[in-house]
């Protein structure tokens, strides 16, 4: 046996002994603490995959290369970083305990180098298509610096095959002519709930093909092969191609005796089976119908190396859930845990010397060398493989001086006045949208830029000299992703390209957007985006029931709440242009940030450590106020509220207001006024921003920072308590009513709780009574005092 193959295998020997361990000691702690966690499919999934991530990380894999781990091979991920000295005993023996190793690989909960945070099922395979699609835009254009061609690598679990974002984004790799993307999927045609139906590599291996992928079948290992070329071979060969996999599981679990029995009784009369079968111990049998190609390490490198190409490619890679552990081949091993009895003697069959468990290098004949092998490898030669990228610094806000305006108008005319100029944010910045460029105002800076392609494509309507508004030509220097109608794309290449600096070591500042009421549809893509700590502008336009006239589906309620909600998201709603700049211009500081965590004193929050931004945005014109550009007015945008009309020392009603919904909130303090003291506006810009300070001024407090006080206890500070605070927004009435817990104020608030109608605008702002006879109304109705005049 080749010196490398006899390497390979004793790594493949300690990544399954400690992945299994580190499985087994994880649920003995839980036992100690009285908690019933379910641990036990990382076992089987670890035995399952063992051998293919071998073979990529010891041998395939090159530096520039990046991986997404399947969810369940977390410990065997960590054991081959354990063996390279880049995890430590402790993470390891903490395994999903607090401040241990993860459940499943994390950029920003572990301490190793992942590529890809998996863990929300099917995502970590779609993002490497993306990151592939971005690692050509930067190599396309001629300020980048980029690393040479990596592979993008996802390592599949079967059942994940089943997500739909998988084949959204097959369609997508094809119409950007994706290259240099690799998926092994683990065909060990078992999930959660039992076997997978069958027939499904054939179904998995026409589609790839349809989308032009190669197809790499890897069924049988040297041991099956060698057998096939015996005679008789060609029989056990058409049986294990026509064994049903429940059949084929249910033997692998009953062993070698009933293989025999099994192979006898359906194909013993063949010629030379008889014979084949009993030059085979049991122990022997057992071994050669589990040698699939998935865990066979000579099987596995050779189909590896035999790519010498750029084109997507799919290796459908048959394994045994288990393999080598007493729970191989069982239908509930996903969820099924070594006994101490079996623990045992799967120690004893690996080897494992009492008291050695944690030894890197166990059972090794000579370790010393094998350290040095190791410190060869080419995968981990050159260090960590994350980058740093210079930030981009910015030129300050885009004013804009339309004197009625709506803020998706405004948004598009900020971009395109960049498009113009010549500050360096503008290179850097890469736009997509769901196939609502134009619609959400995205068209001017699309005709300035281009689009994005590796080849140029012309655009044929204006060669044929058709008049049209659109300038859509595809070149390598086009700064516009397109993408179909599928929001899980969009955020996952958001997600990619928001990656960027770490993965390629190049900045990019990547933007999207997409109709509000549809960033749901893309929510779990978001989350993982967010997760994975990508930045990135995600603009939801046109937002609430404004968009009134397209009826209920495209009427957003929820969205204040998950830009709330979402960790690792800034979420903004201005009411104005000037609002507008100023957030745009910060959001690309911020998007860029990598700082320690410190908080702003002045409002508590981590700015320091960036993060991505969340705009809502209306496509409804509001006259816009003069110019008030100051240095506190831009400290209290950014910090979330300020003052559009400061309440008197006796203020006897409050409104507060976020979003588009302005005007109706302001006229509506000018007919209060006439009949309730001291009536104050204020105005906020990010209730995310204002919440998250405040919470976070409360922990210093009991941390024993006395003083501290968030943004909007400040502004609250001299409001009298018996003042009625109204709240109102063009979506759901919860995003502001938390205010009124603040500083202990009787608050109403006003919004929109369930799915919205065709009409006008002010037929929708009255039904749901966020015009201003609503508030008029409500503060009539619930203050003390004269009745106010209001109309409904």
Same mark, same amino acid.
């Given at each position: 046996?080749?010196?490398?193959?006899?390497?390979?295998?004793?790594?493949?020997?300690?990544?399954?002994?400690? *992945?299994?361990? !580190?499985?087994?000691?994880?649920?003995? $702690? &839980?036992?100690? @603490?009285? %908690? =019933? /966690? #379910?641990?036990?499919?990382?076992?089987?999934?670890?035995?399952?995959?063992? *051998?293919?991530? !071998?073979?990529?990380?010891?041998?395939? $894999? &090159?530096?520039? @290369?990046? %991986? =997404? /781990? #399947?969810?369940?091979?977390?410990?065997?991920?960590?054991?081959?970083?354990?063996?390279?000295?880049?995890?430590?005993?402790?993470?390891?023996?903490?395994?999903?305990?607090?401040?241990?190793?993860?459940?499943?690989?994390?950029?920003?909960?572990?301490?190793?180098?992942?590529?890809?945070?998996?863990?929300?099922?099917?995502?970590?395979?779609?993002?490497?298509?993306?990151?592939?699609?971005?690692?050509?835009?930067?190599?396309?254009?001629?300020?980048?610096?980029?690393?040479?061609?990596?592979?993008?690598?996802?390592?599949?679990?079967?059942?994940?095959?089943?997500?739909?974002?998988?084949?959204?984004?097959?369609?997508?790799?094809?119409?950007?002519?994706?290259?240099?993307?690799?998926?092994?999927?683990?065909?060990?045609?078992?999930?959660?709930?039992?076997?997978?139906?069958?027939?499904?590599?054939?179904?998995?291996?026409?589609?790839?093909?349809?989308?032009?992928?190669?197809?790499?079948?890897?069924?049988?290992?040297?041991?099956?092969?060698?057998?096939?070329?015996?005679?008789?071979?060609?029989?056990?060969?058409?049986?294990?191609?026509?064994?049903?996999?429940?059949?084929?599981?249910?033997?692998?679990?009953?062993?070698?005796?009933?293989?025999?029995?099994?192979?006898?009784?359906?194909?013993?009369?063949?010629?030379?089976?008889?014979?084949?079968?009993?030059?085979?111990?049991?122990?022997?049998?057992?071994?050669?119908?589990?040698?699939?190609?998935?865990?066979?390490?000579?099987?596995?490198?050779?189909?590896?190396?035999?790519?010498?190409?750029?084109?997507?490619?799919?290796?459908?890679?048959?394994?045994?859930?288990?393999?080598?552990?007493?729970?191989?081949?069982?239908?509930?091993?996903?969820?099924?845990?070594?006994?101490?009895?079996?623990?045992?003697?799967?120690?004893?069959?690996?080897?494992?010397?009492?008291?050695?468990?944690?030894?890197?290098?166990?059972?090794?004949?000579?370790?010393?060398?094998?350290?040095?092998?190791?410190?060869?490898?080419?995968?981990?030669?050159?260090?960590?493989?994350?980058?740093?990228?210079?930030?981009?610094?910015?030129?300050?806000?885009?004013?804009?001086?339309?004197?009625?305006?709506?803020?998706?108008?405004?948004?598009?005319?900020?971009?395109?006045?960049?498009?113009?100029?010549?500050?360096?944010?503008?290179?850097?910045?890469?736009?997509?949208?769901?196939?609502?460029?134009?619609?959400?105002?995205?068209?001017?800076?699309?005709?300035?830029?281009?689009?994005?392609?590796?080849?140029?494509?012309?655009?044929?309507?204006?060669?044929?000299?058709?008049?049209?508004?659109?300038?859509?030509?595809?070149?390598?220097?086009?700064?516009?992703?397109?993408?179909?109608?599928?929001?899980?794309?969009?955020?996952?290449?958001?997600?990619?390209?928001?990656?960027?600096?770490?993965?390629?070591?190049?900045?990019?500042?990547?933007?999207?957007?997409?109709?509000?009421?549809?960033?749901?549809?893309?929510?779990?893509?978001?989350?993982?985006?967010?997760?994975?700590?990508?930045?990135?502008?995600?603009?939801?336009?046109?937002?609430?029931?404004?968009?009134?006239?397209?009826?209920?589906?495209?009427?957003?309620?929820?969205?204040?709440?998950?830009?709330?909600?979402?960790?690792?998201?800034?979420?903004?709603?201005?009411?104005?242009?000037?609002?507008?700049?100023?957030?745009?211009?910060?959001?690309?500081?911020?998007?860029?940030?990598?700082?320690?965590?410190?908080?702003?004193?002045?409002?508590?929050?981590?700015?320091?450590?960036?993060?991505?931004?969340?705009?809502?945005?209306?496509?409804?014109?509001?006259?816009?106020?003069?110019?008030?550009?100051?240095?506190?007015?831009?400290?209290?945008?950014?910090?979330?509220?300020?003052?559009?009309?400061?309440?008197?020392?006796?203020?006897?009603?409050?409104?507060?207001?976020?979003?588009?919904?302005?005007?109706?909130?302001?006229?509506?303090?000018?007919?209060?006024?006439?009949?309730?003291?001291?009536?104050?506006?204020?105005?906020?810009?990010?209730?995310?921003?204002?919440?998250?300070?405040?919470?976070?001024?409360?922990?210093?407090?009991?941390?024993?920072?006395?003083?501290?006080?968030?943004?909007?206890?400040?502004?609250?500070?001299?409001?009298?308590?018996?003042?009625?605070?109204?709240?109102?927004?063009?979506?759901?009435?919860?995003?502001?009513?938390?205010?009124?817990?603040?500083?202990?104020?009787?608050?109403?608030?006003?919004?929109?709780?369930?799915?919205?109608?065709?009409?006008?605008?002010?037929?929708?702002?009255?039904?749901?009574?966020?015009?201003?006879?609503?508030?008029?109304?409500?503060?009539?109705?619930?203050?003390?005092?004269?009745?106010?005049?209001?109309?409904?």
């Amino acid at each position: 046996m080749p010196a490398d193959i006899t390497r390979l295998k004793q790594i493949e020997n300690r990544l399954l002994w400690l *992945s299994c361990w !580190t499985v087994h000691n994880a649920n003995h $702690l &839980r036992k100690k @603490d009285d %908690v =019933a /966690v #379910k641990v036990g499919g990382h076992q089987a999934s670890c035995a399952s995959i063992s *051998s293919i991530m !071998t073979a990529l990380y010891f041998h395939t $894999l &090159r530096p520039q @290369d990046r %991986v =997404a /781990v #399947k969810p369940h091979a977390s410990p065997v991920f960590n054991a081959i970083q354990y063996l390279m000295g880049k995890q430590t005993l402790e993470n390891l023996q903490n395994f999903r305990a607090y401040g241990g190793a993860q459940s499943y690989p994390s950029r920003t909960k572990d301490i190793t180098d992942v590529d890809f945070s998996t863990g929300s099922v099917g995502l970590g395979v779609a993002v490497t298509a993306f990151a592939s699609i971005v690692q050509d835009y930067l190599a396309a254009k001629p300020w980048a610096n980029s690393p040479a061609d990596g592979r993008m690598v996802a390592l599949v679990g079967d059942a994940e095959m089943d997500e739909g974002n998988i084949y959204e984004c097959l369609q997508e790799g094809w119409k950007h002519e994706l290259r240099n993307t690799w998926w092994v999927i683990d065909y060990n045609r078992q999930s959660l709930d039992g076997v997978v139906r069958e027939g499904l590599s054939g179904r998995i291996e026409a589609i790839f093909t349809t989308f032009g992928w190669d197809v790499k079948r890897i069924k049988y290992g040297v041991l099956q092969q060698a057998a096939f070329a015996e005679t008789g071979g060609e029989a056990l060969r058409g049986w294990i191609d026509n064994c049903p996999n429940q059949m084929y599981s249910a033997l692998t679990y009953q062993g070698g005796a009933a293989w025999r029995e099994r192979l006898l009784a359906d194909i013993g009369e063949t010629a030379g089976v008889a014979d084949l079968l009993a030059r085979r111990s049991d122990a022997d049998l057992s071994e050669l119908m589990n040698n699939l190609g998935g865990h066979c390490i000579e099987t596995l490198t050779r189909t590896f190396n035999s790519i010498d190409h750029d084109r997507p490619t799919v290796f459908v890679a048959y394994t045994i859930k288990g393999w080598r552990t007493p729970l191989a081949g069982h239908k509930d091993n996903h969820a099924g845990l070594m006994t101490p009895n079996q623990m045992a003697a799967f120690q004893a069959d690996m080897q494992v010397p009492e008291g050695q468990e944690w030894d890197p290098l166990a059972t090794l004949e000579n370790p010393g060398a094998v350290q040095d092998w190791l410190e060869t490898v080419p995968f981990f030669a050159k260090g960590t493989r994350r980058f740093n990228a210079e930030t981009i610094p910015t030129s300050g806000p885009v004013f804009l001086t339309d004197r009625e305006e709506s803020t998706q108008a405004g948004f598009g005319k900020i971009l395109d006045q960049l498009a113009r100029s010549n500050d360096p944010v503008a290179a850097r910045i890469v736009t997509t949208s769901p196939d609502v460029t134009v619609s959400t105002n995205l068209g001017g800076w699309v005709n300035r830029k281009g689009l994005f392609a590796r080849e140029g494509r012309a655009d044929t309507f204006r060669d044929e000299k058709i008049p049209s508004t659109q300038k859509w030509q595809f070149s390598p220097d086009g700064q516009h992703i397109e993408l179909g109608i599928a929001e899980m794309n969009l955020f996952l290449l958001l997600g990619a390209a928001g990656l960027s600096h770490s993965l390629f070591g190049e900045r990019l500042l990547p933007v999207g957007t997409v109709y509000d009421p549809f960033v749901v549809r893309g929510l779990d893509a978001l989350n993982y985006a967010c997760y994975m700590d990508a930045r990135f502008m995600i603009v939801g336009t046109p937002s609430g029931i404004t968009l009134a006239p397209e009826g209920g589906a495209h009427q957003s309620i929820s969205t204040p709440l998950i830009g709330m909600a979402q960790d690792g998201l800034a979420a903004f709603e201005p009411a104005y242009l000037d609002e507008l700049a100023i957030i745009m211009d910060w959001s690309f500081d911020y998007m860029q940030r990598s700082g320690e965590g410190d908080p702003d004193e002045r409002t508590w929050l981590r700015d320091e450590t960036g993060g991505a931004v969340y705009l809502r945005l209306s496509t409804l014109p509001l006259d816009q106020p003069h110019e008030r550009d100051s240095s506190d007015f831009r400290q209290s945008v950014i910090a979330g509220a300020y003052w559009m009309r400061e309440p008197g020392p006796n203020c006897e009603i409050l409104i507060v207001y976020q979003g588009v919904i302005a005007p109706e909130a302001i006229k509506a303090a000018g007919r209060i006024g006439a009949g309730r003291r001291d009536i104050g506006v204020l105005a906020v810009t990010s209730s995310d921003r204002l919440n998250a300070g405040w919470h976070a001024a409360i922990r210093m407090r009991k941390r024993g920072h006395k003083t501290a006080k968030s943004h909007v206890e400040r502004l609250l500070d001299a409001i009298p308590h018996h003042c009625l605070m109204i709240t109102v927004i063009d979506g759901h009435p919860a995003t502001l009513s938390w205010l009124g817990g603040v500083q202990g104020h009787r608050t109403i608030s006003l919004g929109v709780e369930h799915f919205g109608q065709t009409g006008t605008v002010q037929d929708l702002y009255h039904h749901y009574g966020i015009n201003t006879d609503g508030i008029v109304a409500a503060a009539s109705e619930l203050s003390v005092g004269t009745p106010i005049h209001y109309i409904l």
